[in-house]
């Protein structure tokens, strides 16, 4: 009896983990179907054309097939599958505990966590570990990863970029910025708020403040301000890794000027201290240089603006003086 007793139990073991391994290839072709669309909303307007519409009806059906393939081999493979998806859960969460030298104690609350999200959300429990690894590696403490990890998560599942990606954005950011784990919600909702509202994403965002970030940080500019620089530039097409450059350019000038910028900033009338030589807020400079600009020709904007920004950068910077409120 006891043989068989614990045939059964291994057997609603396996069940469970099946079930576990079949809605998560769901989940995952669900989350990729949503950022194809949205990304062809944005950049493909793909019902423009019967190509678009075709390009991503082919796309679509691979997605599928591929969600079913992988549904498929659970089925196909329940002890192999169910075996390897407890590995992979299990081999996530030791490499959590080797970057973070977490107690055996923390390790019980962070694999609950991580279990916890796998449960409650779109999310697996190895997608969950693998942001914990990230924030890990970031040098955050195990009570900070508890509390900033669903935070991360929301980002993520909002944007539909993988979440290890989310992760890793996030916390390189808020420690270029100088901001702390304890930064993590607000830091998510701002670039949240940031790609919902103009033309670009979280991943090009992140592409971007790899750039520029710790330039902007050592200014002690915030990320509110940054973002909005970002989404302005995306907004005329300037994005990730382009958008990053321009802006670390310009920044980078208009801090230590040449002879040739200070020409420029003295035509607009410019400077980036206030009256009692304390360093304007990003906000400020950016409101300070669209006034400048105002009052110039078309010709004059972009002299000025190669003069200020350089030639590769001066696109970022016409994009964001000449914006709309």
């Not at 890793?168 to 949240?192: K, P, Q, R």
Request: net charge negative; proline share 1%; no cysteine.
């Amino acid at each position: 009896m006891a043989g068989k007793k614990g045939n059964y139990e291994t057997r609603i073991k396996i069940s469970g983990q099946l079930d576990r391994s079949f809605q998560g290839a769901i989940d995952q072709a669900d989350r990729e179907l949503r950022k194809l669309y949205r990304d062809a909303q944005k950049q493909q307007g793909f019902l423009a054309g019967v190509d678009g519409l075709d390009a991503f009806s082919d796309k679509t059906f691979r997605l599928v097939a591929k969600g079913a393939s992988l549904a498929a081999a659970g089925i196909a493979g329940i002890g192999t599958a169910s075996v390897a998806a407890g590995v992979s859960f299990e081999e996530q969460m030791s490499s959590v505990q080797a970057i973070s030298n977490a107690s055996a104690a923390d390790m019980e609350r962070l694999n609950a966590l991580a279990l916890e999200m796998g449960r409650n959300t779109q999310f697996s429990a190895t997608e969950a570990g693998k942001g914990l690894e990230y924030m890990a590696m970031a040098g955050w403490k195990t009570d900070q990863m508890i509390a900033g990890l669903p935070s991360i998560l929301n980002l993520a599942a909002a944007s539909g970029e993988d979440l290890g990606e989310v992760s890793d954005i996030v916390t390189d950011a808020l420690t270029a910025f100088g901001l702390t784990a304890e930064d993590a919600a607000m830091f998510s909702d701002v670039l949240a708020e940031a790609s919902n509202a103009s033309n670009t994403d979280v991943a090009l965002m992140g592409e971007t403040f790899q750039y520029v970030a710790p330039v902007a940080g050592a200014l002690k500019y915030s990320i509110q301000d940054v973002s909005i620089a970002i989404g302005l530039m995306a907004n005329s097409g300037i994005k990730g890794s382009q958008a990053g450059t321009a802006l670390r350019a310009t920044l980078s000038r208009l801090v230590k000027p040449t002879k040739e910028v200070r020409k420029a900033m003295k035509t607009l009338g410019f400077s980036m201290t206030d009256s009692e030589g304390n360093l304007k807020s990003f906000r400020t400079i950016m409101q300070d240089l669209r006034t400048g600009f105002s009052g110039l020709s078309t010709a004059e904007q972009t002299s000025v603006a190669a003069a200020l920004a350089g030639q590769e950068a001066m696109s970022g910077l016409l994009a964001i003086v000449n914006a709309s409120q």
